[in-house]
């Protein structure tokens, strides 16, 4: 166990690790164009000392009148068609400091350096007109819709094969008549009664059963629900627990008022 941990152990080089490096945001167009770019030992023009392609050159602009340094690149060589070749270099001045790191063949990391300098790349000058054709015709390819209708000449779909996940939901029976989805009710509109009737009505109800339920007064009283429970929030009292959960029984004030009526007849 403890020599497969120590086989998965690599050491991190930190021989450039104070190395100053600039980290740069380019568009996407350059960055396609420059990952096409493989170092080839037959151009030798096109190597630096260190071993890769030139794939641009910095310039730097010194402004005497206002002190600002300016940054712009240009791409060399003739392998970007019609891609802007100028560009400007917008500084970040804040950013959170930052390390570079590479992972060689082998899975051994290393440390290229510290980040010295952050860049917003975009296109300079002429070529910014040229870039927002290249943007919108990027934008028109990608509105392109590449599917296509078949006609199936076999209707009947015996060759067809169903998706991953689908053999539970494909019927059997290609004559399986479906099931018609069930008709729902119109509810009937009810018309309110005078609330005094409403309430002498409630009253005899109760003394017949002590506890109702909403539904049952609704169906009772042939009242709709919403005037019905604004008279049973002032006459009844609500069972939220107990054996009669769920139902409605009369105040105790209005349950005494009925017993007397009831003496006095």
Same mark, same amino acid.
């Given at each position: 166990?403890?020599?497969?941990?120590?086989?998965?152990?690599?050491?991190?080089?930190?021989?450039?690790?104070?190395?100053?490096?600039?980290?740069?945001?380019?568009?996407?167009?350059?960055?396609?164009?420059?990952?096409?770019?493989?170092?080839?030992?037959?151009?030798?023009?096109?190597?630096?000392?260190?071993?890769?392609?030139?794939?641009?050159?910095?310039?730097?602009?010194?402004?005497?009148?206002?002190?600002?340094?300016?940054?712009?690149?240009?791409?060399?060589?003739?392998?970007?068609?019609?891609?802007?070749?100028?560009?400007?270099?917008?500084?970040?001045?804040?950013?959170?400091?930052?390390?570079?790191?590479?992972?060689?063949? @082998? !899975?051994?990391?290393? &440390?290229?350096? /510290?980040?010295?300098? =952050?860049?917003?790349?975009?296109?300079?000058? #002429?070529?910014?007109?040229?870039?927002?054709?290249?943007?919108?015709?990027?934008?028109?390819?990608?509105?392109?819709?590449?599917?296509?209708?078949?006609?199936?000449?076999?209707?009947?779909?015996?060759?067809?094969?169903?998706?991953?996940?689908? @053999? !539970?939901?494909?019927? &059997?029976?290609? /004559?399986?008549?479906? =099931?018609?989805?069930?008709?729902?009710?119109? #509810?009937?509109?009810?018309?309110?009664?005078?609330?005094?009737?409403?309430?002498?009505?409630?009253?005899?109800?109760?003394?017949?059963?002590?506890?109702?339920?909403?539904?049952?007064?609704?169906?009772?009283?042939?009242?709709?629900?919403?005037? @019905?429970?604004?008279?049973?929030?002032?006459?009844?009292?609500?069972? =939220?627990?107990?054996?009669?959960?769920?139902?409605?029984?009369?105040?105790?004030?209005?349950?005494?008022?009925?017993?007397?009526?009831?003496?006095?007849?």
């Amino acid at each position: 166990m403890e020599d497969d941990r120590s086989n998965n152990i690599h050491e991190l080089e930190l021989e450039k690790s104070d190395r100053p490096v600039w980290l740069m945001k380019s568009p996407v167009v350059v960055a396609k164009a420059w990952s096409k770019q493989a170092p080839s030992s037959s151009s030798s023009s096109s190597f630096s000392s260190s071993g890769f392609n030139s794939l641009a050159k910095v310039v730097e602009s010194l402004d005497p009148l206002q002190s600002e340094t300016e940054f712009f690149m240009e791409m060399v060589g003739a392998e970007y068609g019609n891609m802007p070749k100028t560009y400007a270099l917008n500084m970040f001045k804040d950013f959170v400091p930052m390390g570079i790191f590479s992972e060689a063949n @082998l !899975g051994d990391p290393a &440390s290229e350096g /510290k980040v010295e300098h =952050k860049f917003d790349m975009k296109p300079h000058g #002429e070529d910014i007109e040229e870039y927002a054709k290249l943007c919108r015709e990027r934008t028109s390819k990608s509105m392109v819709k590449s599917r296509q209708i078949q006609v199936i000449d076999n209707d009947r779909g015996v060759h067809m094969r169903p998706m991953p996940g689908m @053999l !539970g939901l494909v019927s &059997s029976n290609s /004559k399986e008549k479906r =099931k018609p989805a069930p008709v729902k009710q119109t #509810e009937v509109k009810r018309t309110r009664r005078d609330r005094g009737e409403l309430e002498a009505i409630m009253f005899k109800l109760f003394e017949g059963q002590p506890n109702w339920t909403l539904k049952q007064l609704v169906q009772e009283t042939d009242q709709p629900a919403q005037f @019905l429970k604004e008279i049973l929030n002032e006459l009844c009292v609500y069972n =939220k627990r107990g054996s009669n959960q769920g139902t409605y029984e009369l105040k105790p004030e209005y349950k005494k008022a009925g017993e007397d009526d009831a003496g006095e007849q």
